[in-house]
């Protein structure tokens, strides 16, 4: 049904038709209705149809799919090249899924400039899909750099306080190490003659250069995820923003960064990547354990979240550097769960600060005698946050956990440790604004969640439990694609070890 379609392209470029009727909307009451319906039914359209990549994707094979190739930059031989495999389908469905969810939490809570606010979100979702599809390295560098923004101007704009001292942290650590990903493009241009991402795949490069080019790749996507030591953007970047923000932040671009590791740096540099394991095994793992003892100490909500993030997304990069099925493929599982969980706990947050206008832990307290629903609501997603049994976050940890046994007990145990701390401070979060005494007179009147906040939940709620009841079809999907991965890389490291003076040859 889908042969001959340019399906990706639809997809990604979808969202600028509705961005740009949004554009021509007037400044009355009728135009900004107009730009939030219009929005809305957008992004729900643009999820419906990325629905079908999903039920059309091809399982059980590692090739790349819906691929649309066209000359672009003919002069440099650089083509528009689009196509998703098993692991890129399940971020382009997870960024289309959240879209949606991101409007309608924004419903009321955005006030001004709300025309301008409806565009910068679908702008940021056809980039957002552009960049997991995209299998030309300049097509992805654009999409990858382009993200940067609307999230700017949505920090910058729309935020707290202090935003645009966020904003501009957010972009600067990013541009940054963004800079040194273009250069090491370039040089890949320059040596092989091609940015093709799968033609790429098939070529080698000395180990010498490698480790060079995993440097340069590595300053970006490490900002991106982030990583110890440059993760103190984050913080900012989640407490400023406004909710839908800190939604999309959380659940779609830190996984970039952990895309990019899986994309370019183990398919392209495999031999950089062994030699580099350790350093990202400790990164890692400080991260982990010093990010969740930030946590602890907390007075904010949202800041809170966004350490626990840092400390998930460093199970992340642990999974992938263990460099196995179990570990890369939990790797994944936990990109996909945290990107909802995540999500779900930024829009609990949202909940209670639209009412209150503050998002301090100490204000809060003995919510659930005047807010049940919302207290079970928030109760799941702690525990699917802290890994519990029956929830998405538990596959993800729990792979990735198997994986770092089987070939390293010692940074196994240390990761389990931030599993621990993970449950402590989500508890503690939850015990002081939830449970105790309801002593404070405002939060006497406060009501339970809504009809329309019931409907953005509901989705999340159900697709947390399925990926914990129920992982195998996304495990499924991306099988192959897991496969295929590591196979190429544990046949590089096998040609060097039969042959050590491959490593210094182009």
């Given at each position: 049904m889908l042969e001959g379609l340019p399906f990706l392209s639809i997809i990604?470029?979808?969202?600028?038709?509705?961005?740009?009727?949004?554009?021509?909307q007037k400044e009355d009451n009728a135009g900004i209705r107009n730009?939030?319906?219009?929005?809305?039914?957008?992004?729900?359209?643009?999820?419906?149809?990325?629905?079908?990549?999903?039920?059309?994707?091809?399982?059980?094979?590692?090739?790349?799919?819906?691929?649309?190739?066209?000359?672009?930059?003919?002069?440099?031989g650089i083509n528009y090249h689009m196509g998703v495999d098993g692991i890129s389908v399940l971020f382009v469905l997870l960024s289309t899924f959240l879209t949606p969810i991101c409007i309608l939490a924004s419903w009321d809570s955005i006030q001004v400039r709300i025309k301008d606010y409806m565009v910068a979100f679908l702008v940021l979702e056809t980039l957002m899909v552009g960049m997991f599809c995209a299998?030309?390295?300049?097509?992805?560098?654009?999409?990858?750099?382009?993200?940067?923004?609307?999230?700017?101007?949505?920090?910058?704009?729309?935020?707290?306080?202090?935003?645009?001292?966020?904003?501009?942290?957010?972009?600067?650590?990013?541009?940054?190490?963004?800079?040194?990903?273009?250069?090491?493009?370039?040089?890949?241009?320059?040596?092989?003659?091609?940015?093709?991402?799968?033609?790429?795949?098939?070529?080698?490069?000395?180990?010498?250069i490698q480790l060079w080019l995993w440097l340069a790749f590595f300053a970006?996507?490490?900002?991106?995820?982030?990583?110890?030591?440059?993760?103190?953007?984050?913080?900012?970047?989640?407490?400023e923003a406004p909710t839908a923000g800190s939604v999309i932040l959380a659940g779609v671009l830190l996984k970039m960064g952990g895309y990019g590791f899986l994309r370019f740096s183990v398919p392209m540099m495999p031999l950089a990547s062994d030699f580099f394991t350790p350093l990202v095994f400790s990164l890692s793992i400080i991260a982990v354990i010093y990010t969740s003892l930030v946590a602890l100490v907390q007075s904010d909500m949202k800041k809170l979240i966004a350490y626990s993030s840092v400390a998930h997304m460093g199970f992340v990069t642990l999974g992938i550097f263990a460099l196995n099925t179990q570990g890369v493929q939990g790797a994944i599982y936990q990109m996909l769960s945290h990107g909802v969980v995540s999500a779900a706990l930024?829009?609990?947050?949202?909940?209670?600060?639209?009412?209150?206008?503050?998002?301090?832990?100490?204000?809060?307290?003995?919510?659930?005698?005047?807010?049940?629903?919302?207290?079970?609501?928030?109760?799941?997603?702690?525990?699917?946050?802290?890994?519990?049994?029956?929830?998405?976050?538990?596959?993800?940890?729990?792979?990735?956990?198997?994986?770092?046994?089987?070939?390293?007990?010692?940074?196994?145990?240390?990761?389990?440790?931030?599993?621990?701390?993970?449950?402590?401070y989500m508890?503690?979060?939850?015990?002081?604004?939830?449970?105790?005494?309801?002593?404070?007179?405002?939060?006497?009147?406060?009501?339970?969640?809504n009809a329309r906040e019931i409907t953005v939940f509901v989705p999340l709620v159900i697709l947390t439990i399925w990926m914990g009841i129920y992982p195998a079809p996304f495990l499924e999907i991306m099988d192959a694609s897991v496969n295929n991965l590591l196979e190429r890389h544990n046949v590089a490291l096998s040609a060097i070890a039969d042959n050590p003076t491959m490593a210094s040859k182009n």
């Open positions: 990604t470029f979808l969202p600028l038709v509705g961005a740009l009727f949004i554009a021509i730009s939030r319906t219009a929005a809305l039914w957008t992004s729900l359209f643009t999820f419906c149809l990325s629905l079908f990549l999903w039920f059309g994707f091809e399982r059980g094979t590692a090739k790349f799919q819906f691929v649309e190739k066209v000359p672009w930059l003919e002069t440099f299998l030309d390295m300049v097509l992805f560098y654009i999409f990858f750099e382009g993200v940067l923004i609307p999230m700017f101007l949505i920090i910058g704009v729309w935020g707290g306080e202090r935003r645009v001292y966020a904003a501009f942290k957010f972009f600067l650590y990013t541009l940054t190490g963004s800079v040194l990903m273009l250069l090491a493009i370039i040089a890949i241009y320059l040596m092989l003659d091609t940015t093709d991402i799968p033609v790429i795949m098939n070529l080698s490069l000395s180990k010498e970006s996507f490490a900002v991106k995820i982030p990583m110890w030591p440059v993760h103190t953007w984050l913080p900012d970047a989640h407490v930024f829009l609990c947050v949202g909940v209670v600060y639209d009412r209150m206008h503050t998002k301090l832990i100490d204000r809060y307290g003995g919510l659930v005698e005047r807010m049940p629903l919302y207290s079970v609501t928030f109760m799941l997603f702690m525990l699917a946050s802290v890994g519990l049994p029956g929830t998405g976050g538990f596959i993800g940890e729990f792979l990735v956990l198997v994986g770092l046994f089987n070939i390293n007990t010692t940074v196994a145990f240390l990761a389990a440790v931030g599993v621990v701390l993970g449950a402590a508890l503690w979060l939850y015990r002081r604004v939830i449970f105790g005494k309801l002593t404070r007179d405002d939060l006497k009147t406060i009501k339970d969640i």
